[in-house]
T-cell receptor
Framework: GENVEQHPSTLSVQEGDSAVIKCTYS??????FPWYKQELGKGPQLIID?????GEKKDQRIAVTLNKTAKHFSLHITETQPEDSAVYFC?????????????????FGKGTHLIIQP | EAQVTQNPRYLITVTGKKLTVTCSQN?????MSWYRQDPGLGLRQIYY???????DKGDVPEGYKVSRKEKRNFPLILESPSPNQTSLYFC?????????FGSGTRLTVV
């Protein structure tokens, strides 16, 4: 099955600086890569996603890049603000026909705790 | 407001005492799923349901049951809870724009 590695587990940056979180995946058939933000006491919320036919996607201060050859994808947050402090999860999804037990094939990384220092 | 509602938010119980965590969604999604979140392990899928009366095991189904008698509800049942089921549980439903997660249920089994 799919295996997703996420680094770093904790990231501390100064307010206003950029933050980058990286993930690698093992199954080259994966074709959908969402990122979730989890604030304290809440469930994960989808913040951005990318499909395998696209190399980069941007939404205001957030961008995601995908390198299919190297099987890695990254989340970039620019001009960080205190409200960006949270745990971020990457995930990779296989096409349903290949997904097996999970049917949707969504495999999560272990999370990155992003701390924005004032 | 489109949402997934879980209850209770917090639960402390004793080993062996059956419990149910409820989950309800108002988005008419066919697909629903349960995850558990443990430190250092991320989110792991317990069970999922593709539609009413269709359920299947995820990656960590041991000790859990689910049912899907109607589209909006997907309860998680622990027939005989054990301390290793102490965890943070999330219900989620999936629609055309991805997953929506509930706010979580923090379960402690003593």
């Amino acid at each position: 099955g799919e295996n997703v590695e996420q680094h770093p587990s904790t990231l501390s940056v100064q307010e206003g600086d950029s933050a980058v979180i990286k993930c690698t995946y093992s199954d080259s058939a994966s074709n959908y890569f969402p990122w979730y933000k989890q604030e304290l006491g809440k469930g994960p919320q989808l913040i951005i996603d990318i499909r395998s036919n696209v190399g980069e996607k941007k939404d205001q201060r957030i961008a995601v890049t995908l390198n299919k050859t190297a099987k890695h994808f990254s989340l970039h947050i620019t001009e960080t603000q205190p409200e960006d402090s949270a745990v971020y999860f990457c995930a990779a999804s296989l096409p349903r026909v290949l997904a097996g037990g999970g049917a949707d094939g969504l495999t999560f990384g272990k999370g990155t705790h992003l701390i924005i220092q004032p | 407001e489109a949402q997934v509602t879980q209850n209770p938010r917090y639960l402390i119980t004793v080993t062996g005492k059956k419990l149910t965590v409820t989950c309800s969604q108002n988005m008419n999604h066919e697909y629903m799923s349960w995850y558990r979140q443990d430190p250092g392990l991320g989110l792991r899928q317990i069970y999922y349901s593709m539609n009413v009366e269709v359920t299947d095991k995820g990656d960590v189904p041991e000790g859990y049951k689910v049912s899907r008698k109607e589209k909006r509800n997907f309860p998680l049942i622990l027939e005989s809870p054990s301390p290793n089921q102490t965890s943070l549980y999330f219900c989620a439903s999936r629609g055309p724009y991805g997953y929506t997660f509930g706010s979580g249920t923090r379960l402690t089994v003593v």
